[in-house]
């Protein structure tokens, strides 16, 4: 099976403009997350997404906000960008139910703001 | 209460000798206890995992010691090589589920350990 896919790879924005993400899954994961990875505050949690539906949401402000699609792909968008914004931000997919609790990281976003 | 602490935060071990690191969490609710590996320019690769309901859990050179009581965990390599140096973070979720199907996709992590593996 193909491992999680993340588009694009590099990015980079200046502050004020918004940015989407995207993130495949592995075939037939219907959960996907996204973190975000910085080196002061490490690796935080933005959202999970479960069968198209918000099932977790981390601390993060509105500003950040995501979709899952029916064939599971997801989408992370982020509005009014900040020079804080700038970090990894990873997609990681898993299957749903007992046994299953492995999450499965794509190679990430790496996001600059200027 | 969501915290995982998570050290020491840099560790340098010869070539053969133990690496060992140390989780602590506080949220008794988690239930499923991982642990990822990740080398530069990589997402976190899962290396092994554990559930609360045992104490130990071996794979390979990698061990996973776990305290319920204390709520505390360790990742232990054992015979440690220079392909081992990698930042490891511990993490901790608990299942969130319904009718519709069961997750667990909030991982709380660690702050990260960068281990040097020297030659």
């Known amino acids: 099976k193909a491992g999680v896919t993340q588009t694009p790879r590099y990015l980079i924005k200046t502050r004020g403009q918004q940015v989407t993400l995207s993130c495949s899954p592995i075939?037939?994961?219907?959960?996907v997350s996204w973190y975000q990875q910085t080196p002061g505050q490490g690796l935080q949690f933005l959202f999970e997404?479960?069968?198209?539906?918000?099932?977790n949401k981390g601390n993060f402000p509105g500003r950040f906000s995501g979709r899952q699609f029916s064939n599971s792909r997801s989408e992370m968008n982020v509005s009014t960008l900040e020079l804080g914004d700038s970090a990894l931000y990873l997609c990681?997919?898993?299957?749903?139910?007992?046994?299953?609790?492995?999450?499965?990281f794509g190679p990430g976003t790496r996001l600059l703001v200027l | 209460q969501q915290q995982v602490k998570q050290s020491p935060q840099s560790l340098i071990v010869q070539k053969g000798g133990i690496s060992i690191i140390n989780c602590a969490y506080e949220?008794?609710?988690?239930?499923?206890f991982p642990w990822y590996q990740q080398f530069p320019g990589k997402g976190p690769a899962l290396l092994i995992a554990?559930?609360?309901?045992?104490s130990e859990k071996k794979e390979g050179r990698f061990t996973i010691s776990f305290n319920k009581s204390a709520k505390q965990f360790s990742l232990h390599i054992m015979d440690s090589q220079p392909g081992d140096s990698a930042t490891y973070f511990c993490?901790?979720?608990?299942?969130?589920?319904?009718?519709?199907?069961?997750?667990?996709?909030?991982?709380?992590f660690g702050q990260g350990t960068i281990l040097t593996v020297h030659p």
């Open positions: 990681a997919s898993s299957s749903a139910g007992w046994g299953q609790e492995t999450q499965y």
């Open positions: 075939s037939g994961h219907r959960s």
């Open positions: 997404y479960f069968s198209e539906t918000q099932r």
């Open positions: 949220n008794t609710a988690f239930d499923y």
């Open positions: 554990i559930r609360p309901d045992v």
């Open positions: 993490a901790a979720t608990s299942q969130n589920g319904n009718a519709g199907g069961t997750s667990y996709g909030k991982l709380t």
